[in-house]
């Protein structure tokens, strides 16, 4: 079974409600994904994201040791070899839609494409290891409307992830960074990470700045049972 913590109203969903919170962060590898490189004749509909090198800070401020890629260097590849032994996965960049589900933009692995793409399809028999998975990008838990193919959350708990954090819609970049600042801040003082993310929405909430739902409810907690 798998389990959804939500972070604001109920919804309908795949996933259910789960009864508790999900595990401590005690990781030894961390992999962060950052800004991965997209071809020029891309950069209007993948524009670079001026706020992802905060969010890499903030995983940084909870676990110095996180090896990060980024750029050319985020290849699906290399991100896929880096899964297989993580214990957190984080990724801040941009996040795709299609008929099969959302996906995560990484850069090309030859000059023929124009970037990369990290779906569901990808994830079986990577995360053995993986006990936190946060998809920071647009739409990274959308459903397929058309298929049978898992959600993102779906696939990363299916293939041994324990807990994955994404976003329900379009996110606001410089309110992402802001709140996976508070997340990784309440993670480093031992909150589980489902509570860590409350906390940071209940932070976002009071911020003026953000005090709309679009801003501070964005994101959900899915915890695999």
């Not at 936190?132 to 990274?140: D, K, T």
């Not at 959600?151 to 041994?160: E, I, M, T």
């Amino acid at each position: 079974m798998l389990d959804r913590f939500p972070v604001s109203r109920p919804r309908p969903s795949t996933l259910s409600q789960p009864r508790g919170l999900g595990p401590r962060p005690s990781c030894a590898v961390k992999v962060v994904v950052e800004t991965p490189f997209v071809r020029a004749r891309n950069a209007s509909a993948l524009p670079p994201l001026g706020d992802v090198a905060a969010e890499t800070a903030a995983v940084r401020g909870a676990f110095p040791s996180a090896e990060v890629l980024k750029g050319r260097e985020a290849k699906l590849s290399a991100v896929l070899g880096s899964l297989r032994s993580a214990d957190l996965f984080h990724y801040a960049g941009h996040g795709v839609a299609s008929r099969s589900g959302a996906g995560l933009v990484l850069s090309p692995e030859s000059d023929d494409e124009d970037y990369a793409v990290l779906d569901a399809a990808r994830l079986p028999g990577m995360l053995g290891r993986c006990r936190i998975a946060v998809l920071s990008a647009c739409s990274s838990a959308e459903e397929s409307q058309e298929t049978a193919v898992d959600s993102l959350p779906s696939a990363f708990l299916r293939a041994g992830a324990r807990t994955v954090v994404a976003s329900r819609w379009a996110v606001d970049s410089r309110a992402s960074a802001v709140l996976m600042e508070r997340f990784y801040g309440e993670l480093r003082a031992g909150v589980e990470v489902c509570g860590a993310l409350h906390s940071a929405e209940a932070a976002l909430r009071r911020n003026p700045s953000y005090q709309r739902p679009y801003y501070w409810a964005a994101y959900e907690c899915y915890v695999g049972g």
